[in-house]
């Protein structure tokens, strides 16, 4: 099992690589903006990306190793960029059969009330209720034209694979119509502020074949210091003639120390690993980032039990199981934080923390289920099997996101197996099968058949 890790320290930089970085950063930028230009019209293929790299080089004088990175950078971007697009398309489909579903309940109750109001024998009770059942029908169908449009727009765009992404954010560039709002004196002012924003950022592709695991940029341990010493490969332009010394060719910055996990970059850096590195530039102050893959051992076995987790609005239930399926242990984790907050996503990363380590212990592997509430937040279930407010209520508190996210990351990390299962009917079977008849919360039967469906059992 391999995972990504990505790691940043503050480079101590010296004054001829602040110059350098300084200088360089702004016209490696106008590249990637180039080469996004190009790349966004249409894909190419194995031989004219050969051509186009070439050109790249020639027109802006970069070594070959440069022209790469950028090119499968942005090519990355895109393909990003279009995943990002289907996701939009499946919340406005969501949406709009929910508006057209409310459209059917407010067009139902000015049917039925039309007739009374035409012989003009409403109440005003009954008056004011058609009323706003028409206001409310005039906005429903105006928003369903809304979203009818977008969505064709989003169609469009991922069927001719129209790319269209502001360099620096939309929202910083559209801050220039509104400078005071925004804190800016002037139009200079903002557009310094932007084109500083926009150019922030240097990536060096990781190459396997390299004995540092990059052409360009380099990480070499000194086991003196135990520090790094970064070799950074100017790019053409930045040398002095024809001078091919390592003095002219390369910068060198000595004790770059990463404040967390020196020992596995090292350790990734012998193995040969490809390491991706990107510096960027905060308030002055230059950052590396080192992003690399490594095999986590498997430290956990289904065949002696799992730990199966029911996650809902407020807490965690926690069913513990034998090789055989039969549930030993259950415990209830109380989550008391709720919403996108920090305090909530705090506690939760610390409750699931606690649950993976526990996993690790007994060597089990946890399972969960497969949730997606994208569709149900942006979708509300036909008119005739609507759960009401507490239900909705209960969907938006949820931040299931971060749930997996810290999940799946902790597992990752701990070497725990991580196993997410179909979750159709799980509270229905537990209620059914094992809440009654053994005496215990529908929740926690529920974890029950979560583990036990994640063993292979089949309830």
């Known amino acids: 099992m391999s995972r990504m890790y990505a790691v940043s320290t503050c480079l101590p930089v010296s004054e001829e690589m602040n110059s350098y970085l300084s200088e360089y950063l702004p016209s490696y930028c106008e590249v990637q903006r180039d080469v996004f230009q190009a790349l966004k019209h249409g894909v190419l293929d194995n031989t004219r990306q050969s051509k186009f790299i070439s050109e790249v080089m020639q027109q802006h ?13 942005m090519q990355g971007r ?15 489909s969501g949406k709009l059969d929910a508006v057209e579903d409310k459209i059917e309940d407010q067009q139902q109750i000015v049917n ?25 029908l005039y906005h429903l169908k105006n928003k369903k034209n809304r979203l009818k449009q977008k969505k064709a727009n989003l169609e469009k765009q991922i069927e001719e ?21 925004n804190g800016f004196r002037s139009h200079e002012g903002w557009h310094n502020a932007f084109v500083k924003k926009r150019d922030s950022g240097i990536s060096f592709l990781g190459a396997g074949n390299e004995k540092y695991g990059n052409q360009i940029l380099q990480l070499r341990f000194d086991a003196t210091s135990k520090n790094f010493t970064m070799f950074l490969l100017k790019d053409k332009p930045y040398r002095d003639g024809d001078n091919r010394s390592r003095s002219n ?30 510096i960027s530039r905060k308030k002055n102050r230059w950052y590396l980032t080192a992003m690399f893959s490594m095999e986590v051992r498997i430290q956990t076995f289904r065949v002696i039990g799992v730990y199966g987790v029911d996650y809902n609005n407020g807490f965690l239930e926690v069913a513990e199981t034998d090789y055989n399926g039969n549930m030993i242990s259950a415990d209830r984790i109380p989550l008391e934080f709720h ?7 705090t506690e939760l ?24 509430f994208t569709k149900k937040k942006s979708k509300t279930l036909p008119r005739k099997r609507k759960r009401g407010k507490q239900y909705n209520k209960m969907i ?4 299931y996101s971060r749930y997996t996210f810290w999940m799946e990351n902790l597992c990752d990390k701990y070497g725990v197996v991580l196993k997410k299962v179909n979750p159709a009917y799980t509270s229905k079977i537990g209620k059914e099968k094992y809440a009654g008849p053994r005496k215990m919360t529908v929740h926690r039967a529920a974890a029950l058949v979560i583990a036990r469906r994640g063993q292979g059992f089949k309830d």
């Open 61 to 73: 004088g970069v070594l070959k190793r440069t022209a790469n990175s950028i090119f499968y950078d």
């Open 78 to 92: 895109i393909k990003a960029y279009l995943e990002l697009k289907n996701t939009e398309l499946q919340e406005v």
């Open 112 to 136: 039925e009330m039309k007739p009374k109001a035409a012989a003009n024998s409403l109440t005003e009770e009954e008056l004011q209720k058609y009323r706003t059942a028409k206001q409310s």
């Open 161 to 181: 694979k129209k790319v269209s992404m502001c360099f620096g954010s939309k929202d910083f560039f559209s801050k220039q119509y509104r400078l005071e709002e």
């Open 249 to 278: 060719t390369t910068l060198i910055l000595k004790n770059v120390v990463f404040p967390y996990m020196q020992d596995e970059l090292q350790t990734a850096i012998q193995n040969h690993q490809p390491i991706t590195y990107r």
């Open 339 to 345: 919403g996108g907050g920090g305090k909530a996503e």
């Open 349 to 372: 990363k610390e409750k699931v923390s606690k649950l993976v380590r526990l996993a690790l212990k007994h060597q089990k592997d946890i399972i969960i289920e497969d949730l997606n």
């Open 396 to 399: 938006h508190a949820f931040d």
